[in-house]
């Protein structure tokens, strides 16, 4: 155990020691080809010099390992290109020495040695250069591996193309080595007498996990490049069905080297799973929209505010500035920025969108031509206790922006809203539903004094999104690592999700295509039921929901509903150019009477009584209807009066 033990530690024998073996080799080479023509009768060595011919022999020999660097790959990682450095060494000894015994022949009449016999030399000496080689990199693979076999996840490789090699290949060198590849998969049936690696190919004619189990195995890794988006979540629920484990590997047609590609073998995340296609973006159009423009984003420091400044900076913005009262989270942002290569300059500014005079100071500075509004308060529950904060943020902090968009005509206003503002069951909802109305109330304002709008107003409504500050993902990975339980407040409670970067795509996309008034609606694909997700998130952390932990049903909390809506029920849709946007057609408020609820909204917020702050809102959006709240009350007595 403590020879293993030490040869195991042993990274690479010096290149002296290698050489010295290659010459022992070479000598044992020449040495048997010397007795096998003697055997025979015949004599390797014709001419009277032979000690010259031997030494020159040698020489050459060391020559050519030095001239094709031989001596330089680490034996026990041997490949190919060492193979053929060795073939290249040998042939080129065989080239010079046929060269000089032809020459031998023409001046002195006679041949120095047989050619035959220096053919099967050196033969002799490549087999036995290769095959020690060969042994070396065996005995290591076999018994002084850092991990022994029986502690590695016996795993399979999902596919049989180039990719799944590379994989393979790569997995088989790591180090320490996580995994033991006991075969690979082949959809196609097409390959099952054949073997890659030395490994089979199973070739796939029932489920998946029915095959791994045949072959004990307790992962798979996704590595094939034809595996289409339905086919990979059809294989990842099936094999989460068996409490097996599912890795995946990033499609990249350009591998770097080895260790770059096992360590981008990781497990499957929950965002896989989304029943999605990839987001095709107008480039063109958004790109026309930001270079070399003045951005200004709020709310830059949360989940979505921050990926909208990365996306922005890659269509070369003039000036970039970040806007966030969170002081922490927006320095991890300026420190992130400060490190992408870029010509925008990015401004980082702490502020709160509620002090009108402070924000004024901010357009007056920097003349934003565009503005991402995604500063928000988002929390259900905790805007249902504190609906002044609300007001604040959301509806006043809304309208404080889009003034000062409007004063300083801001050529674009881009609104990030919620499909919580769509027949509100809570305080936050309606809040936002209440900004929604305001900044459509403005560019109707503008049209119908000017004719034409200064600034153009534009909403995007999207659902919840999987990874967001606070999101349900985030909480369930959190109480997994602390063992449970999962806390869920109903069983049939329902949520559409979308990943980070492709909310905010749409996003700019909206806001290219926008031309004022509209209230863009996101395809969010298929509800997940909130349920299910616990279920699955377990599973791919690699344990069994209900026995190794629990999932606790809490009851829903205050203004929360069992599913959300993107549509209000008198609301229809018009089709964009775009497949997964649409425009919702909303009633529009006049500004007038709108200004003026808002105002009183305001400052009844200002006195911090609940009650009159929930009734009001009730009366700007008449569809607001608490649930599960002690606003309830207040929809009881406007229908008895």
């Avoid at 035959?116 to 250069?129: D, E, K, P, R, Y």
């Avoid at 927006?330 to 920025?337: A, I, N, Q, S, V």
């Avoid at 801001?410 to 900004?435: C, E, H, L, Q, Y």
């Avoid at 153009?456 to 999207?462: G, P, S, V």
Wanted: proline share 3%; hydrophobic share 45%; with cysteine.
């Amino acid at each position: 155990m403590k020879l293993r033990s030490n040869l195991s530690n042993l990274g690479y024998l010096p290149r002296w020691i290698i050489i010295s073996i290659d010459f022992i080799v070479l000598m044992l080479s020449f040495f048997f080809t010397f007795l096998i023509f003697k055997g025979t009768g015949l004599d390797y060595i014709s001419t009277p010099y032979s000690l010259v011919f031997i030494g020159s022999f040698f020489g050459t020999n060391l020559f050519f390992f030095w001239l094709f660097r031989t001596y330089s790959g680490i034996i026990r990682h041997s490949s190919n290109i060492d193979a053929l450095k060795l073939l290249f060494s040998q042939i080129s000894v065989l080239i010079v020495f046929l060269i000089y015994n032809f020459l031998h022949e023409i001046f002195f009449q006679q041949k120095a040695f047989l050619n035959t016999a220096l053919f099967i030399n050196i033969v002799l000496s490549f087999c036995g250069l290769f095959l020690y080689r060969m042994v070396v990199k065996q005995t290591f693979e076999l018994y002084f591996s850092e991990k022994s076999s029986e502690k590695l996840m016996r795993t399979v490789v999902y596919g049989t193309d180039a990719n799944a090699i590379s994989v393979a290949n790569a997995l088989k060198f790591e180090t320490p080595s996580r995994f033991k590849i006991v075969g690979f998969v082949d959809k196609n049936s097409q390959n099952a007498s054949k073997r890659m690696l030395d490994l089979p190919i199973l070739v796939q004619r029932k489920k998946l996990p029915a095959l791994m189990r045949s072959v004990g195995a307790e992962s798979v890794i996704l590595a094939d490049k034809g595996l289409s988006k339905e086919e990979q979540i059809i294989i990842v629920e099936q094999c989460l069905e068996y409490n097996y484990k599912v890795f995946t590997v990033p499609l990249i047609s350009d591998w770097e080297n080895q260790k770059e590609i096992s360590q981008k073998v990781k497990t499957i995340q929950i965002e896989d799973l989304l029943e999605r296609k990839p987001i095709v973006l107008d480039n063109k159009g958004i790109s026309k929209q930001l270079k070399d423009k003045v951005i200004l984003i709020s709310g830059a420091a949360g989940s979505i505010g921050s990926e909208i400044a990365r996306q922005v900076l890659l269509f070369n913005p003039k000036k970039i500035i970040i806007l966030d009262q969170a002081e922490t989270p927006l320095h991890h942002l300026k420190l992130e920025t400060e490190s992408i290569e870029t010509n925008a300059k990015i401004r980082t500014v702490v502020g709160d969108i509620r002090n009108m005079e402070a924000m004024d100071e901010i357009f007056k500075l920097y003349r934003p031509q565009v503005v991402f509004h995604a500063a928000a308060y988002k929390h259900v529950p905790l805007m249902e206790e504190n609906p002044s904060q609300a007001i604040f943020t959301n509806i006043k902090g809304t309208k404080n922006l889009a003034d000062l968009s409007c004063l300083y005509k801001v050529k674009k206003f881009v609104m990030v809203s919620t499909d919580k503002a769509v027949n509100p069951s809570n305080v936050m909802g309606a809040s936002k539903r209440i900004a929604e109305k305001y900044v459509q109330s403005l560019q109707l304002k503008d049209i119908s004094e000017k004719g034409s709008a200064a600034t153009k107003f534009i909403t995007t409504r999207f659902g919840n999104v999987l990874g967001s500050n606070g999101s349900v993902v985030p909480l369930f990975t959190k109480q997994i690592a602390e063992g449970g339980p999962l806390t869920i407040t109903h069983k049939d409670i329902i949520r559409y999700f979308m990943t980070i970067p492709e909310a905010c795509q749409l996003v700019l996309e909206a806001g290219a295509m926008g031309n004022g008034g509209e209230i863009y609606i996101f395809d969010m694909g298929k509800p997940v039921k909130i349920i299910d997700l616990a279920n699955k998130m377990i599973k791919l952390a690699g344990f069994i929901p209900e026995k190794d932990i629990k999932i606790e049903i809490v009851g829903l909390r205050p203004g929360e509903k069992l599913y959300e809506e993107l549509l209000n029920d008198t609301s229809k849709t018009i089709p964009t150019h775009h497949a997964k946007i649409m425009i919702a057609e909303e009633i529009q408020e006049e500004f007038e009477g709108l200004h003026t609820d808002i105002d009183e909204l305001i400052n009844i917020a200002n006195l911090f009584a609940n009650d009159a702050i929930v009734a009001k809102m009730k009366k700007i959006v008449p569809e607001f209807k608490s649930m599960n709240s002690s606003y309830e009350i207040l929809d009881q007595k406007e229908i008895t009066q």
